[in-house]
Every structure is written in C-alpha cells, then in structure tokens.
C-alpha cells in the first residue's frame, strides 16, 4: 500500500477533478506483476492500468488500492467491472471513497461478487494525500491554500507601497512549482493594477493552472500580463451588477464570469463546479481577509524573508479579523519549515475548526 | 582544540564581563593531564586550572588554550607566568585576543620566554562563542538580541492592545534560557506598564541577569514587579532632567541611571561599562525601533505563533525605520530555526554592514 500511495503521489496536480490514486497488483504467490497510477482526468484509473498491467497473472492475486474503487460510468467505465474481469480474490482498500453519495458502493459491489475486500489501510495517508479532493467533494469549494511573503517583522511592502522583492529568486521559483501543483491562481483587482503578474508556473505545469482575478470593479489594465492567455487560461470573475459592455474592452480569449455577489466564497464554489480540487491565494490584504472570514482558505504558505522593513503604515498580510481577545485568533499547525535561498517557507493548515 | 572549545561552552552566560575560554594540557607524550574553563568573573582563568590540574605532568607538554592567554595583572595574576612556571613546552592559541590593545602581547610574552607557540587554531569558531565578548571589546556596547513574539501576521497583538500571549508555554520557557545567558535584559516604561513583566530567568541562572528599564518619564508603578529586587537588581535608566525627587518614590533597592540623552545607545554604553557583553532587549515597537537605528541590535529572536491576529492598527514590532526601496531595507541571516512547543524560533544576525 505505500508503494501504491508512492505512485499516487506522481499524479500530484494533475488529476483534478479526480483525486490522486495509485495500486499495485500482486499474484497468487505474492509477487508484484502490476502496477500503476491516475496521471489525469479522463485518463486510465489506477487500478484498470495495474490489472492491465498484470494481465492473467491478476488472476487469484490482491489489488492493492489507494482510493475506493468506482462502481459508476464517468468519462471511463466503473473500475469495478475490470477488477471482476481480472479474477483477481483480494481487494485491499486505503481509504473509502469521500464523497457520502458513493462511499461504501464500490466496495459493497466488489463483496456482492465474492471478493474478498479489506479497507482502511493507510486510510490517514491517503485522505492526507487527497485533502484538497476529499475537501471538494464534502464542501463544495476547492482546498485553498494562501501564499503571502513577508518579512520579519510582518511587512508584505514598504510604506510607499513598494513590495519588489521581499522574497528571494529561489522562493519564487518555489512558488512556481506550488502554482504548477494547483488547479487556479487566484489575485484580486488590486494586484493586476499594482504588479502585473504573469502567474504561471513558468512551464512546469502544462496546460498551466487557470488564472483567476477577481474584481469589483472590472478596472483592469488592458495590457496586464495576464490578458495574454496563449501562455495560460484567465478567468476574470466580476460583480454581477456591472454594465456587460465594460467587458468587450478586453482582448484574448479570457473568459468572464459575473458573480452576485463578487465574493471569494461565491468565486470558491464556481470554481470547485469547474473541477478544481485546489487553489492558490496570491492575494492582496483585502481580499486575503475576506478569502479567509469566508474559510476560503485551508492552508498557508509563509514566505519569511529575512529581512526588516519597518513602516508606519500596516501592509501587512491581513486586514482586520475582528478579533477582541486571544482566545478568538486563527490558531494553525507548522506542518513543515525549510530554507529556500535566504527565507524560510512555512507551510501550515488550519485548526480543525476551521477546515 | 575542540575540546577546549567545548569546555570553554560551560561558562557560556556567567564569564562576562570576561570571554568564555576553555583549555587544555597534553604532557610530553601527547596524554590528557588536565582541563579547564573559565566559569566566571574573578574565578580561575581556564588555563591556570588545567595547568594546575596538570601539576608536573604538564612538563615538556602542550596547552591548548582558546583565547590567547592574558599577560596582565586583573583581578587574577596573569597567566603566562602560570604558564612559565609548568615548564610546557608548547602553546596553541585559538585566537589572539580581540581587544586591539593587548593582542599580541600574551603570544609575544610565552614566544620570548623559549616557548613554541602556534596560533589561530579555529579562530573562527572561538570567535563566533566569544562574538558578544569581542563586539564589546571592540565597539563599546554589548551585543544586543533583540526579542519578538509575532503571529503569522506578523503582529504582537490585537487592535485593542491585548498581546498575551501570543506565544505558547514553552517558548516563554526558552526565553528564560535565553535571559540566563545574557548580562542584562531591557524594557521600556510602556512594557513595564501595560505588561508589568518579572523579567527573570526563573532561576536559571543565579545571579539573575540585571533588569533594566529605559524611561523618557519615569512615569512607572511604584508596585511593579520589577521593583521587587529580592529576586533580581533592576536599574532604572531614565533622562537625566527629570528631577530628582520622581526617583524617591520608588522602594527598593533599585539603582538608578541618568542618561543624557535617555536613548538606546547611551544605554547600551554604559551597561558595557559595567561589563555586559550580551543584552537583550525584550522592548515595544518603539523602543526596538530605535535601538535597531542606533546599531544596538545585532542579532534577532523571533518567537513565530502559528497563528493569525489580524487588526487595523499596526502592532508589529517595528515602527518606520525610513526605507523608501528594497536596496534599503535591513538584511539578515538565519543561523537556526526549530520548534518550541507550537511556535517556531528563529535565531537570525544582522548582515555584516550592520554588526
């Protein structure tokens, strides 16, 4: 089971609306003649790829699987169908399948036809693995994560609204590769009028995360980066309200989408319905705060430079959360801290109140 | 030598205003006869009691000794005649001493008298153990730690001021350990009101470091608890055109320090006087802010909560420090990073242009 949640870890960002999946088939005698992952959506199943893989020597062996196996039609048949194809006598499950309208089914299907099934082996691994797919599936919005850079002493800019670089080249190579390994960037307004980014992965993930900004007033430059969308998608998310005609000012092919009203949490379930399973904050403090009153946000990444800005203006990575006493903070958990270049990245979830 | 290096470890926090030196003696055939460190102000210097320890043996031997050894009559004699006396052969020095006045002298001293000396033997590391000593040494005023608790947010507290705590239990432990291994611990008078800290090490380290506070005003509660010098001394360093009576009121028995004028670095000068070689300022925004501008910090705590504060006003640590661009803007390094409890502690110096 871990080498299959090994090779489910190699689809990794690339599977959404599905989650990451990975299984292993052994013989009768125990020997290893399958295995395989889910590389993408529409793609082989995992365990359709490792029975294929194994052909007849399937035949009386154990499938081991990271992810209940389905047992309905999608954009492939039930896995099911091939595992009682395969012959094979043993299914091992990690974990059951999260989403409460199937949970159990596949697994049920599989002992109706006389397989032997075991579940929940490794489950915390796998679910751990597919927080942000298992997130979707019972929420209905993607898993957020909200990148911020700052500095020592708290400082996301200078005072004269100067913020480039806090961060370091080798932090935001490190960015890229988290972009690559979401399904959407999202950035308010503010952000395409300040910085102009570019917000891709820089090539390391193809097709390239859709770009998301969300806006208030569709006052966007027409020349932004972001409009260039041969290199990336771009999805321009606006408030209902506004004259349509605002929209015909802008070039390429982005695509537009009103919302009423233009919230981060309305923004969230469209796009969990667009099939992503995660998405990334590059937000400004306005619109970080608002993402995250509304539990936009699931997990943070702290980009620490090592350095002191001072200031006597905030810019800081939050506005005001309302809080009286410290009982009410946001508390998180480290679940990780390294070096990149100079700065420290800090990678943290939210308390369970909270995801 | 890298015994010697530990030894000298031992007395690290209670050799000031003294080094941390460590030493040890070979005899003629190259075998551990004795060792040493220097423990504290007035106590044996490390070589005189590894030479002592040594006895005859130490005859036609070798000492290795971090520090050069001293050629002046302090508070104890000086230690090359020690040296002169056990017959050794042979000397290695780690560094020469810093102070800019003597180096050289003790080297030239044991050279002159027939005895083989080599020197420089890591000299780096010996120098980075003693890099509060020799800063002292060399500049006038303590090596400075400045202390801050922050969430992710990079905040020290909430809107309505509350800022206890942010950190957990066990970070507040280790900032007693930190305070064992300084001379000194500064506040302002606006921590002494709004927080009304004990300021100790808990025992840790006996004597307690001496407290000190900086005030414009001496506008503090005659019953705070830093105030109660049974536990601790406290210093009181206040602009000396305050009258005089204002310091009647306190009890105690708290030794008082004008200061013309009341700033940082008037301070940091006289607690070098009194022999501090390491400081560390546990102070508000404003405090911290000017000893940063007057070079008074060299090297930084941050105790970071994993956990969001959010706020309109300010409460960072820092207040402007008058950066327009990022060319401008302090640069630090991060020597260790590690959990304590839930929080992370960051152990940072200032780059080279700044310490």
């Known amino acids: 089971m871990r080498r299959a949640l090994q090779l489910a870890s190699l689809g990794k960002g690339s599977t959404s609306p599905n989650p990451c999946v990975g299984a292993v088939v052994l013989n009768e005698d125990g020997q290893l003649v399958g295995d395989g992952f889910h590389a993408y959506a529409g793609g082989c199943h995992a365990e359709v790829k490792a029975l294929a893989q194994a052909g007849d020597r399937a035949k009386g062996g154990t499938l081991f699987v990271t992810l209940e196996p389905c047992c309905h039609y999608g954009r492939t048949p039930p896995c099911t169908e091939a595992i009682l194809k395969s012959e094979i006598r043993r299914v091992v499950v990690g974990l059951k399948d999260p989403d409460p309208r199937v949970s159990g089914g596949g697994i049920s299907f599989l002992q109706d036809a006389g397989i032997d099934v075991v579940s929940g082996i490794l489950a915390e691994q796998v679910a751990y693995q597919n927080r942000d797919f298992i997130f979707r599936v019972q929420n209905g919005r993607p898993w957020g994560i909200l990148k911020c850079a700052v500095s020592l002493d708290g400082r996301i800019g200078l005072s004269n609204g100067e913020s480039k670089w806090i961060s370091g080249t080798e932090s935001r190579k490190e960015v890229h590769r988290l972009r690559a390994n979401c399904d959407a960037v999202i950035v308010g307004g503010g952000t395409v009028r300040a910085d ?56 390429g092919d982005v695509e537009f989408l009103p919302l009423t009203p233009s919230e981060p949490i309305e923004l969230a379930k469209k796009l969990a319905e667009k099939g992503c399973n995660r998405v990334l904050w590059e937000c400004g403090a306005k619109l970080a705060t608002t993402a995250l009153k509304q539990e936009c946000i699931q997990e943070l990444l702290v980009v620490l430079a090592p350095k002191l800005l001072g200031g006597d203006f905030a810019m800081t990575p939050l506005e005001d959360l309302g809080f009286t006493s410290m009982e009410q903070v946001l508390s998180m958990n480290f679940l990780s801290f390294q070096k990149q270049g100079n700065d420290l990245h800090l990678r943290l979830n939210c308390s369970e109140n909270h995801s």
Chains 1, 2 share one sequence.
């Open 196 to 251: 102009n980014p570019l917000l891709t992965s820089r090539g390391l993930s193809i097709p390239e995360p859709l770009r998301v900004v969300l806006t208030d007033t569709l006052n966007l430059p027409a020349d932004a980066k972001i409009f260039d969308t041969s290199i990336a998608k771009t999805l321009v998310a606006y408030r209902a309200s506004l004259e349509a005609e605002k929209l015909n000012s802008f070039k």
